[in-house]
């Protein structure tokens, strides 16, 4: 099976909208795109029976945005139970629409293990994270070459755990982000306001700054960002689904191309995920603790929006 994606850089930074503005709303299904990185050769993701294999060459090709629909297992899951969820799993979504991806970011150690679980799947991989270097002395870094030999096509950056434990910037975010591009892996760049950001009424502004800054220097098209409200992580509470789809709205705004992938995370589950799906700014979504579940990760993959008149 093959899955083709090209990019078309539209300048070397996000251009950005002040704060409020209103976003350039398309439904995934009105957005085709072709590719070509300027001079640059597009990219082609061919599925060879064990992951991703980038392969360069020149020319144009379609593409089309996809919702991605992404779990991050966090810390969670041991080799052995990566291959269980997967034999689990990997029945329950073989004959999902093409209009969707799956990715799954198992902790490093079950990185090597799931890669050989979700061979010839549909299912990507993704990592918890990436170093900006390919190598050197970085006490627990994992590097993108390092990832890329397992399989690994996405890497997460940005997420709210690593910003609150780690004290990451935003400009050490960006570096993982442009080091995972050009290696040629997705980054899956997260943002998002804290409770007291959000009462304090300074939500845009925060996650505006974190745009402008993360994305500096970022290719659009070959990047997801997940909007993940960090009041809404792991404590059971939602985002309503208006107020999400208006978030992503005004980040793809903010990152000034229509095509970009925008995701909601924060406690996403199967009772939530069709509300949220039929949003029409929301291309997918970052899944915690409810991605550990195969049936029920499984139901948020297999999610159903209602088809209107």
Not at 62 to 86: D, S, Y
Not at 235 to 250: Q, S
Not at 269 to 280: C, F, G, K, V
Request: hydrophobic share 40%.
């Amino acid at each position: 099976m093959e899955r083709e994606v090209a990019a078309n850089r539209q300048g070397n930074s996000p251009v950005t909208q002040p704060p409020g503005a209103s976003a350039n709303s398309l439904s995934r299904q009105q957005t085709p795109r072709r590719g070509g990185l300027g001079d640059a050769p597009a990219l082609r993701g061919r599925w060879d029976g064990g992951g991703l294999a980038w392969q360069a060459f020149r020319g144009e090709l379609p593409l089309v945005r996809k919702a991605v629909i992404a779990g991050n297992w966090k810390m969670h899951m041991t080799c052995a139970e990566a291959r269980a969820f997967a034999s689990a799993f990997l029945p329950l979504v073989a004959s999902l629409p093409e209009d969707r991806e799956v990715v799954l970011a198992p902790p490093f150690t079950a990185i090597s293990t799931l890669h050989e679980e979700l061979r010839g799947s549909r299912v990507a991989l993704a990592a918890q994270n990436v170093h900006w270097e390919e190598k050197g002395a970085y006490t627990g870094m994992i590097s993108a070459p390092m990832l890329l030999e397992h399989g690994v096509t996405h890497a997460i950056v940005g997420h709210s755990e690593p910003r609150k434990y780690y004290s990451e910037t935003d400009e050490q975010i960006n570096l993982r982000a442009r080091s995972a591009q050009a290696h040629g892996l997705i980054p899956i760049l997260c943002v998002g306001e804290s409770l007291d950001q959000r009462e304090a009424r300074e939500t845009e502004r925060v996650i505006h700054r974190q745009v402008e800054q993360g994305l500096e220097g970022i290719d659009p098209l070959r990047l997801i960002v997940a909007y993940e409200p960090i009041w809404a992580i792991g404590t059971g509470k939602t985002c309503a689904a208006v107020e999400a789809d208006r978030i992503c709205g005004l980040i793809r705004g903010w990152v000034g191309h229509p095509d970009v992938i925008v995701q909601y995370g924060g406690s996403v589950n199967a009772s939530t995920i069709d509300e949220l799906m039929a949003q029409p700014d929301i291309d997918g979504v970052l899944v915690g603790g409810a991605s550990l579940d195969p049936v029920g990760f499984a139901r948020i993959a297999g999610y159903q929006v209602p088809v209107t008149a």
